[in-house]
């Protein structure tokens, strides 16, 4: 079993192979945990992780690989021209096309995290970004995007082109009839924002069925953003999930 390398965000790494797979543990955890909330719809979805020697390529799951069987050794490393170059399975068309264009236009972005959950996916269908309902879903607060648009399964880079563009500088974007996507300066942080963002999608669809929500003062929530919304507080937030799917399946490190 792999060594798993713990670090604060700002800590630097001895090497780029420590970095790497310091990275790749935390990308297999997360499919671990996309696993166990219920987040995979067949083969759709994935997450990516920037290599940190070579910018202009990701590690992402390989197409066909249930999100609960994903091991560190399973991830494949797929270059600017969409071509595996580590690692001996498919990658998803899809998740290039999205993916590669997220990275290249977010130099700070070294993970982004998309599937079709079903609160997320059932909240894009409205086309809305969600509301300052509740002191979790302050950390979109002004901190996310709506791609208002749908033309089928993204294999063109060009359509990742326009979702990219309609991410700009956020954390995330609501791809209308189709689900989430988010994106952090962590592995950790990426997956976090997508687990919140689907439960904060999950809370207001529950709360608008009930009658009609109060939303948090335009300031206040402004506020709650800064405290909840951070890159620390996204790295943090994960360390507790990632502890728990390590101890309860330890083989994903392998």
């Not at 409205?126 to 002191?135: R, S, V, Y």
Request: aromatic letters at 10%; hydrophobic letters at 45%; a negative charge.
């Amino acid at each position: 079993m792999a060594e798993i390398v713990e670090h604060p965000p700002n800590m630097r790494f001895d090497s780029p192979e420590q970095e790497r797979m310091h990275r790749k543990q935390r990308l297999a955890a997360g499919f671990r945990l996309f696993s166990k909330f219920g987040f995979d719809e067949g083969v759709a979805g994935h997450i990516t992780a920037r290599d940190p020697e070579r910018a202009d390529h990701f590690w992402v799951n390989p197409f066909g690989t249930h999100f609960g069987h994903v091991r560190v050794s399973d991830l494949i490393l797929v270059n600017h021209e969409g071509e595996v170059v580590e690692g001996d399975k498919p990658v998803n068309v899809a998740a290039f096309a999205i993916h590669s264009q997220v990275h290249a236009a977010r130099p700070d972005v070294v993970a982004a995290a998309h599937s079709h959950s079903i609160y997320g996916k059932s909240w894009s269908a409205l086309g809305l970004p969600l509301d300052p309902i509740t002191q979790d879903a302050c950390a979109f607060y002004e901190d996310h995007a709506v791609f208002d648009d749908y033309t089928g399964v993204v294999i063109d880079i060009e359509e990742g082109k326009r979702i990219a563009h309609a991410l700009a500088g956020n954390k995330a974007a609501i791809l209308r009839n189709h689900g989430l996507m988010t994106v952090g300066h962590t592995v950790d942080e990426a997956v976090w924002w997508f687990i919140t963002m689907e439960r904060s999608c999950q809370a207001q669809l529950l709360a608008s069925s009930a009658g009609t929500p109060v939303l948090i003062d335009p300031d206040m929530a402004r506020l709650t953003s800064g405290q909840v919304g951070s890159h620390l507080a996204g790295w943090f937030s994960f360390q507790p999930l990632f502890d728990r799917i390590v101890r309860e399946q330890p083989d994903l490190l392998d």
